[in-house]
C-alpha cells in the first residue's frame, strides 16, 4: 500500500510538472527505507510480548512453595553410610504406585547394583534419597537416623550422584567442577583430575582452571563429561555415592576408563549403581532387581 500511495502521488505530481522524475525515484526510495525499521519494531514488539509471558512463568514458579519441609538434625559424618528402605511406597500421582512396599539394608561399605525394567523405579528411588520427593509410606534411613529429620544441606552435601546427561555451566572450568564452591583449593582439583585420568585434557587447556566452559559444550567428548561428573563427587567426598547408569552411552575405551574412575569412587563409600545391563554391576556386592 506504502508504494502504491508513494508511486501514485509521484506519478500526479511528475504529470503535473511539480515533481522531476528524480524527486519520484526518492519518494519511492524514502519509502522503501521504511520498510526495514517497521519490521524491527514489529519483531521487538513480538520479543516483548515473549519476554512479558516468560516473566509471568518466572513469578508463578517464584510463588510455589515447596511441600518438603527442612528437617533440623545434622547427619552424622561417620562414612560409609548404610541405607534401609523400610516398606516404602510411594506415587507421584495419586492411585499411581511406582514404589510398593519396598524394604531393604545396604550395609555401609557395599555396593549394590540396581537392576529393572524402564519405568520400574530405579530412578525414582535416587529421587527419594535425594528428598526431591517425600515417601507416602515407610521410611528411609540413612546410617540411624529418618532421612526426614535431616537437614536438606546436609543430606545433599553428603550424598554424591552422577547421572548420564552431566550438566556444564556457562562458567571457568573450576567453577564447574567445585560447582561455585571457592573453598576448595585448585591443588586438590588438579590432583583429582590427575586420579581421573583427565591431566592431558587440563594440560590442554588454554586458560587453565579459568577456561571458560558454554553449556553444552562441543569441546569435551560424552567420555570427558563423564568424567567432569566424577570428579565433582571427587571433590564433594559423600559418604553414599548413586551412579545412574554412567556408561551406557560410551565406547568400549571410554568405558574401561570410566569403570577405574567407578571403583575409585566406591573404595570406602556405600554405593549405588543403577544399570539395564549385567556389564556395569559385575563387581557389586548384591544385586536387586525391581519388577
Known sequence: LGYALAMSMGIWLYVDGTFTIGAVYLIFHYTSMLREPLFQISRQINELQRATAGLQRIEELHRISTSIEDGDQELSTAQPLGITFDHVNFAYNP??????????????????????RTGSGKTTMTRLLFRF??????????GNQSIKTIKLDDLRRHVGLVTQDVQLFNATVRENLA?????IPDEKIIATLDDLDLGSWYANLPNGLDTEIAAGSSRL??????LLAFTRVFLKDPGLVILDEPSSRLDPA????INRAVEHLLADRTGIIIAHRLSTVE?????????
Open 95 to 116: 492411585n499411581e504406585p511406582v514404589l510398593k512396599n519396598v524394604s531393604f539394608t545396604l550395609e555401609p561399605g557395599k555396593t549394590l547394583g540396581l537392576l529393572g
Open 133 to 142: 520427593y517425600d515417601i507416602d509410606d515407610g521410611d528411609i534411613l540413612l
Open 179 to 183: 560447582l561455585f564452591n571457592p573453598d
Open 221 to 226: 567428548s560424552a567420555g570427558e563429561a563423564q
Open 254 to 257: 571410554t568405558e574401561r576408563k
Open 283 to 291: 563387581k557389586v556386592d548384591n544385586i536387586m532387581i525391581l519388577e
